[in-house]
Nanobody, 117 residues
Framework: QVQLVESGGGLVQAGGSLRLSCAASGSIFSIYRMGWYRQAPGKQRELVASITSGGSTNYADSVKGRFSISRDNAKRMVYLQMNSLKPEDTAVYYC???????????WGQGTQVTVSS
């Protein structure tokens, strides 16, 4: 299993940037697909970005060109660089680790991102 702790959230003005970090421990980090999800007020939790163990990335249409996910297996970290932030990006952001073939998902506690206009 893996334990996940997010950090880097906060309050930022529209057009600004934040870098979210997720620290993983407790398992073989490199074999997990890592992802960032978010849940905005009144909305379902949605996938923002993911990165496979092989480095393939996937992004929600709403963040393409603005957000970038990366991972550092040696440091057991995954990052979400968020640029050109919009008020609609306001949400609690969650780090996720998945072993898809084993139907296993692990979640961090979430970090709040608030974008003011």
């Amino acid at each position: 299993q893996v334990q996940l702790v997010e950090s880097g959230g906060g309050l930022v003005q529209a057009g600004g940037s934040l870098r979210l970090s997720c620290a993983a421990s407790g398992s073989i980090f490199s074999i997990y697909r890592m992802g960032w999800y978010r849940q905005a007020p009144g909305k379902q939790r949605e996938l923002v970005a993911s990165i496979t163990s092989g480095g393939s990335t996937n992004y929600a249409d709403s963040v393409k060109g603005r957000f970038s996910i990366s991972r550092d297996n040696a440091k057991r970290m995954v990052y979400l660089q968020m640029n050109s932030l919009k008020p609609e990006d306001t949400a609690v952001y969650y780090c996720n680790a998945a072993r898809v073939g084993l139907h296993q998902d692990y979640w961090g506690q979430g970090t709040q991102v608030t974008v003011s206009s």
